[in-house]
């Protein structure tokens, strides 16, 4: 609820959910009527999607015949893909062969998907309907996914709230009874990163301090204007390079287009790979016209692929 007489300075902010139809709704908790600080809906405009392409043997497969058998799924029992080492086990070399071949498989979408929506996420059916995630193994990654897709969307838009970063500062107590003010993040901060330095990864110098650079107020105030749903994108790791790369490809266009309807804007994504993935945005890449760091010294611009961090994304928007 909101009141033209409460105080502004106890402003909260309410941050939007979407679901299949790609328009935004709030969920709101009513209060003691003696509560009547003002809440502001914030919708995100500005999409920057991230997909996630697995390593070699983290897509789920199955027959591509009538009937979709499955052939490698990653649903996991007591932490441990069960089902199918057993079925594995059974199978005699010649089975397995059979059944494992580049031709006579394909991407299998049905593998389990979390339970319970975090982040962007409204609806569990989103993340396969949607997101994607059942094509990929829940072991291995979908606590990974999870993690990324609150840290992205389920901290608000408020970047002074943000767990990971901090910075030392001094604040007057709330008056005793009253709501403690919401936080304001100010331009022209070094942020730090909590459990992790910067300076422990980068080259040192040839004299003077390393060339690490802090992440900047400026930048996650930028970042906050971004919403950054969280996609999978499946391959078949039998087949060759260039099938998964298309594929990637495909996806990229898809989840660009579905993000950019009802007012919002996605020009890019950005891509985080595992292992083998990684040949595949090299190839999509190269199809786009666009060259790789071993091909010049500095990277061209690529249409699609925002090929940096998510805060050098927004840093250049």
């Given at each position: 609820?909101?009141?033209?007489?409460?105080?502004?300075?106890?402003?909260?902010?309410?941050?939007?959910?979407?679901?299949?139809?790609?328009?935004?709704?709030?969920?709101?908790?009513?209060?003691?009527?003696?509560?009547?600080?003002?809440?502001?809906?914030?919708?995100q405009d500005k999409i920057l999607p991230v997909i996630f392409v697995p390593g070699i043997m983290g897509s789920n497969l199955m027959s591509n015949d009538q009937g979709r058998d499955k052939v490698w799924r990653l649903d996991t029992s007591m932490g441990a893909p069960l089902g199918l080492a057993r079925r594995m086990s059974f199978s005699g070399p010649a089975t397995r062969q059979r059944l494992m071949h580049p031709a006579r498989t394909a991407v299998d979408p049905r593998g389990s998907v979390p339970g319970k929506p975090v982040g962007s996420v409204s609806r569990k059916q989103q993340y396969s309907d949607e997101r994607f995630w059942g094509e990929i193994s829940e072991g291995s990654y979908h606590a990974f996914l999870l993690w990324l897709e609150e840290r992205l969307n389920g901290q608000g838009s408020n970047p002074a709230n943000w767990q990971d970063f901090y910075y030392t500062a001094v604040s007057a107590a709330p008056v005793p009874g009253q709501r403690r003010p919401e936080p304001v993040l100010h331009p022209g901060i070094a942020m730090h990163m909590r459990e992790f330095d910067p300076r422990r990864y980068a080259e040192p110098a040839s004299s003077g301090p390393t060339g690490?650079?802090?992440?900047?107020?400026?930048?996650?105030?930028?970042?906050?204007?971004?919403?950054?749903?969280?996609?999978?994108?499946?391959?078949?790791?039998?087949?060759?390079?260039?099938?998964?790369?298309?594929?990637?490809?495909?996806?990229?266009?898809?989840?660009?287009?579905?993000?950019?309807?009802?007012?919002?804007?996605?020009?890019?994504?950005?891509?985080?790979?595992?292992?083998?993935?990684?040949?595949?945005?090299?190839?999509?890449?190269?199809?786009?016209?666009?060259?790789?760091?071993?091909?010049?010294?500095?990277?061209?611009?690529?249409?699609?692929?925002?090929?940096?961090?998510?805060?050098?994304?927004?840093?250049?928007?």
């Open positions: 609820m909101t009141s033209s007489e409460g105080n502004d300075s106890l402003q909260r902010n309410a941050d939007a959910l979407f679901g299949s139809s790609g328009n935004p709704t709030f969920e709101l908790t009513l209060s003691s009527t003696a509560i009547n600080d003002m809440v502001r809906l914030v919708v690490a650079e802090s992440v900047m107020s400026d930048d996650l105030l930028k970042r906050s204007k971004f919403r950054m749903p969280v996609y999978a994108c499946g391959y078949n790791w039998l087949a060759s390079n260039s099938v998964a790369a298309d594929r990637l490809r495909s996806r990229i266009e898809a989840v660009i287009s579905a993000n950019n309807r009802n007012g919002f804007k996605c020009d890019q994504v950005i891509l985080i790979t595992h292992s083998m993935g990684g040949w595949s945005p090299v190839a999509v890449h190269r199809s786009w016209g666009c060259r790789t760091r071993s091909q010049a010294s500095s990277t061209a611009s690529c249409p699609r692929l925002a090929r940096l961090s998510p805060t050098d994304a927004a840093r250049s928007a």
